[in-house]
Nanobody, 117 residues
Framework: EVRLVESGGGLVQAGASLRLSCAAS????????LGWLRQAPGKEREGVAC????????YENHSVRGRVTISRDNAKNTVYLEMGRLKPEDTGVYYC??????????WGQGTQVTVSS
């Protein structure tokens, strides 16, 4: 069974940093590209960053470029999203995007990030 479990969210003040983690299981972690998306209240889900199996990274959201770093640890089956200089507009639920297997996209349940001004 594919499982993706996010952690590390919370309530922080503007300017703070957070590191989100996504612990994966049930598939061959190193064989898949992974990513992070987020959904702000009342808005559609949007891409934040993705990382390939060869550690190529893409930051998909211009508003986070320069403030976030995505990384992966294949030994721990974990993908990370480090976020700095957080802003209130970064508030939302952050989801780990896992593999597509057999036509099914796998996601985590999300972790809430709330940034107060």
């Amino acid at each position: 069974e594919v499982r993706l479990v996010e952690s590390g969210g919370g309530l922080v003040q503007a300017g703070a940093s957070l590191r989100l983690s996504c612990a994966a299981s049930g598939f061959t972690f190193e064989d898949y590209n992974l990513g992070w998306l987020r959904q702000a209240p009342g808005k559609e889900r949007e891409g934040v960053a993705c990382i390939t199996i060869k550690n190529g990274v893409t930051y998909e959201n211009h508003s986070v470029r320069g403030r976030v770093t995505i990384s992966r640890d294949n030994a721990k089956n974990t993908v990370y999203l480090e976020m700095g200089r957080l802003k209130p507009e970064d508030t939302g639920v952050y989801y780990c995007k896992g593999p597509r297997i057999g036509g099914t996209d796998y996601w985590g349940q999300g972790t809430q990030v709330t940034v107060s001004s």
